[in-house]
């Protein structure tokens, strides 16, 4: 794996490794931010900023899937964007009857 980074670096980054890169970067990240959440309240938390950054970080990799034209891979984040949006949905739904409710 680390000889097939270096063959890709060595052929120079282009945009769409990039696309892919950053998606991956961000995708992982949520999981950093959820850990951090979750040790300040010292209880299971996913932060709002949990659902974007799975938003963006599989559209990113949907998109870089779609030009790799890898159909495993474009299953595998083809559907994601409905769940992290409807547990959105969710999130704000509950902050609004909140609201009301006060």
């Not at 990039?18 to 951090?36: A, D, H, K, P, T």
């Not at 974007?52 to 083809?78: H, K, T």
Request: proline fraction near 2%.
């Amino acid at each position: 794996m680390v000889e097939k980074l270096v063959e890709i670096f060595s052929q120079g980054v282009g945009f769409w490794e990039v696309v892919g890169f950053v998606g991956l970067v961000v995708f992982s990240s949520r999981f950093i931010i959820q850990w951090i959440a979750s040790e300040k309240k010292k209880e299971s938390v996913i932060p709002v900023s949990f659902w974007y950054l799975s938003i963006v970080g599989s559209l990113c990799l949907l998109a870089y899937a779609l030009v790799r034209q890898d159909p495993i891979f474009i299953l595998s984040y083809l559907f994601n964007g409905f769940i992290y949006l409807r547990n959105l949905y969710f999130v704000y739904s509950k902050r609004k009857a909140a609201e009301v409710s006060d």
